[in-house]
């Protein structure tokens, strides 16, 4: 398969790297199967130059031969107000452009992570489902309605086209893709890399991993991570010297999402965590996280991972 790694100024580090180890892998071993190598992978890049977001120099080319998949690889920004500024830079249009007009070619497109801003950004993902970064999932429907958001699926496909969550489900994606020429590949692919399946990007999402320098929303998380169980906003706001209002929009500039969200998230990532690590009844863990009953815990989780409790124990 004709594959095209289209790059912009600043993307991130790990993911351009994962995409490239793990089809190049594929690449590798194919032949234990008698295949050729799948992916016919070239780097390109609208830029004479181009660079990753910690400086590095990626070598490209411009694009000119029609592929049959582009994969867009994350930016290294990972907040809507750095997003925004990133999507308005000259390569990123001139980027966008360039899918646009991939798309009249019917080729298919791959991204990950916040790359998926660029390929909404485009259009060509207009009138499908795409996911994000969870921490996006609401900024991302904001900007982009006619895209349907799926945060709970690791990756998911529409029409051919795939995108997949947070920064490191690159290698979910890559693996996605080897998986569509050869699952008995992919499988040893994924236990060369020790991968495991992680079909839910909450189960693995940790609140505190988010990069912000909002020392606010910083002192708003460590005292609620403290009452989950008794959690009171009113008090919250009292005790971290803000008010309400000035929480919810700090709270929305940095990481885009509500106080409330930002709770729950808290305590569905404690439940996850007792569940995974501890013998404690259902009931018993959802009053310590500030649930009533295990019933209110099971549906949230349910809807936030997409997995039953039975599996999200299994899934350490």
Not at 16 to 21: E, M, T
Request: with cysteine.
């Amino acid at each position: 398969m004709n594959t095209m790694i289209l790059v912009v100024d600043g993307t991130f580090d790990t993911g351009l790297s994962s995409v490239l180890d793990t089809l190049g892998l594929a690449n590798e071993l194919a032949p234990q199967f008698g295949e050729q190598p799948p992916f016919n992978i070239q780097m390109c890049s609208v830029k004479d130059d181009a660079f990753t977001d910690h400086g590095l120099r990626i070598p490209t080319v411009k694009p000119e031969a029609i592929p049959e998949l582009v994969i867009v690889p994350a930016l290294g920004c990972k907040t809507p107000p750095l997003l925004e500024q990133a999507l308005q830079r000259s390569d990123v249009q001139e980027t966008c452009e360039r899918l646009r007009y991939y798309q009249t070619k019917n080729v298919r497109f791959a991204s990950a992570c916040t790359a998926s801003y660029v390929l909404a950004a485009s259009g060509v993902m207009d009138g499908l489902s795409a996911t994000t970064s969870w921490w996006l999932a609401e900024d991302f429907q904001q900007r982009f309605p006619a895209i349907t958001v799926d945060n709970i699926h690791m990756v998911v496909e529409s029409e051919g086209n795939v995108t997949a969550g947070a920064a490191l489900a690159h290698v979910d994606m890559a693996l996605w893709l080897v998986r569509q020429r050869n699952a008995e590949l992919a499988r040893l692919v994924a236990r060369y890399l020790l991968i495991d399946s992680r079909p839910s990007p909450t189960l693995s999402a940790m609140q505190s991993y988010l990069q912000h320098e909002d020392e606010l929303v910083d002192r708003f998380e460590s005292w609620t991570r403290k009452h989950l169980s008794d959690f009171s906003l009113s008090k919250a706001v009292s005790e971290i010297g803000t008010t309400e209002r000035t929480l919810q929009r700090r709270l929305h500039k940095a990481l885009g999402v509500t106080p409330i969200n930002f709770v729950q998230n808290l305590r569905i990532e404690l439940a996850v965590h007792k569940l995974q690590t501890t013998s404690e009844s259902v009931d018993t863990i959802a009053t310590s996280v500030g649930y009533q009953d295990g019933v209110t815990l099971r549906i949230l989780l349910k809807r936030k991972t997409g997995q039953g409790i039975r599996q999200i124990r299994q899934s350490i």
